[in-house]
């Protein structure tokens, strides 16, 4: 492809709107706030926040800068900059990921649905939270109500992807977002209002460092890679389209800091009234489904604002998802000179049938088991636990001992226009500090 023709993000709002569309999502609100219960609280958001300045930033500025210089997809970026190398197949094995992501991804953005209308019909109200948890029960083990709903999601996911970058991706995130952060803080005065909900601010911010262990560390890990959207060529899709006026480093810090601040928001949204409310921190993953509709049942106004956060939430979803696909498509498009509307649409169906299996095995296919996981935990633990973080490790190392050091400070000075005065920390965590850092932790836990 001709890097002329390449469509590009419109404005610089536009850049850091679209990746932080991308990253900010599900993982954040649904996904951060559990792994935190399943891992000990406050031990887990210090590691985490480690690994989002060690690891996070500087792959992330990686990724924007191979696809900005390579101006192509996951994969074709690797072959512009390393031609006749194997570098491509870590783009290849991002596709893969994608696909495994988005088939619990919209098995739960389904879900996010699903609450829309039960907010829309007033079913929040008056029911403790033993019911609420009943209530999540039922419908996620049904067969074929959450199947609908995750459907419904794909392909309204398919239909903005194909309305292409400009028009879908980077309209919708510019005002939701916001919209999303300031429902997020009014949510938390209330949590931490609420009687006891000292005690899910000690959960979330006092350190119970004896809770750490390998399990933790590497959970965290991959929360980072999962929060923001690293390790899978995705920011590499995106950086692809970044013009070359960008100032990578500063949209870096800005989408870190976002990612960063909505996950903790929301946690503060949620562990004062689980404590307050006598839920199991360590719940799993219906631990927001349960807790918030148990919140706004306590808001003056709880109707309109739990009706609201779900619409808010599955647009998150819907930005954050978008990019997954786009993944996806752009590798199609680009290494198989396919049409993006059939690309998109093969992507969909795929997409379906695993979203399929991984619904159904939190229901009827609840014994199917694999490496003592189910479908929808396998599916999240391959990508999050093992492809995100090798990606990672393999995108360090390109960038730190593959790339040529001056192309690499050209590129991110835009031809010594910026100051990149950071470019000597930033070698140093992707040519020794990152590698070393995954590898150790995946050493560990093969060994533990
Ligand atoms: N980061 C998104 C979230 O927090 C999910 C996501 C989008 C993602 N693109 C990704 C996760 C790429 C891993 C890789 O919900």
């Given at each position: 492809m001709n890097n002329n023709d390449r469509v590009n993000f419109g404005s610089r709002l536009g850049v850091v709107a679209a990746a932080a569309g991308s990253a900010v999502g599900l993982g954040n609100i649904w996904r951060f706030p559990y792994e935190l219960g399943q891992n000990g609280g406050a031990a887990f958001l210090l590691i985490y926040l480690g690994f989002v300045l060690l690891l996070g930033m500087p792959i992330m500025l990686s990724e924007f800068l191979i696809g900005r210089m390579g101006q192509a997809n996951s994969a074709g970026s690797f072959k512009q900059i390393a031609p006749n190398s194997k570098w491509s197949l870590i783009g290849v094995m991002g596709v893969i990921a994608s696909f495994l992501i988005l088939g619990f991804y919209a098995v739960v953005s389904g879900w996010t649905l699903e609450y829309v209308v039960q907010a829309i019909g007033d079913q929040f109200r008056n029911r403790d939270t033993a019911t609420l948890a009943q209530v999540f029960t039922n419908f996620s083990s049904n067969s074929y109500r959450p199947l609908l709903w995750m459907f419904l999601f794909a392909v309204g996911t398919y239909f903005i992807v194909l309305a292409g970058i400009k028009d879908g991706i980077e309209k919708s995130s510019k005002f939701l977002m916001p919209m999303l952060l300031i429902l997020i803080i009014a949510l938390g005065a209330r949590s931490i209002t609420l009687p006891n909900g000292y005690e899910g601010l000690q959960f979330l911010f006092r350190p119970d460092f004896s809770r750490i262990n390998s399990e933790v560390v590497l959970g965290a890990m991959g929360q980072a890679f999962f929060s923001m959207s690293l390790g899978m060529g995705c920011m590499i899709t995106y950086g692809s389209y970044i013009n070359k006026k960008n100032q990578l480093s500063h949209t870096v810090i800005e989408v870190s800091i976002i990612d960063t601040i909505i996950a903790i928001l929301a946690s503060i949204a949620i562990f004062p009234a689980v404590f307050s409310l006598g839920i199991?921190?360590?719940?799993?993953?219906e631990l927001v489904f349960i807790t918030l509709p148990s919140v706004f049942a306590n808001i003056p106004g709880g109707y309109i604002w739990s009706i609201v956060f779900f619409v808010l939430l599955a647009v998150a979803a819907l930005t954050s998802a978008i990019s997954l696909l786009e993944v996806i498509v752009a590798y199609f498009v680009e290494e198989f000179k396919i049409k993006r509307q059939k690309a998109a649409l093969i992507a969909t169906i795929i997409i379906i049938v695993l979203g399929t299996l991984a619904s159904l095995s939190l229901g009827p296919l609840k014994d199917v088991q694999v490496f003592g996981h189910g479908l929808f935990s396998l599916f999240d633990t391959i990508s999050s636990r093992i492809l995100m973080p090798l990606g990672g490790l393999a995108i360090a190392i390109f960038t730190g001992w593959i790339i040529d050091t001056d192309k690499i400070k050209a590129e991110l000075s835009n031809n010594g226009k910026f100051n990149i005065k950071y470019v000597p920390v930033f070698l140093f965590l992707t040519r020794y500090l990152a590698p070393i850092l995954i590898s150790i932790i995946f050493i560990h836990q093969l060994l533990s």
């Open positions: 199991n921190p360590a719940q799993g993953p």
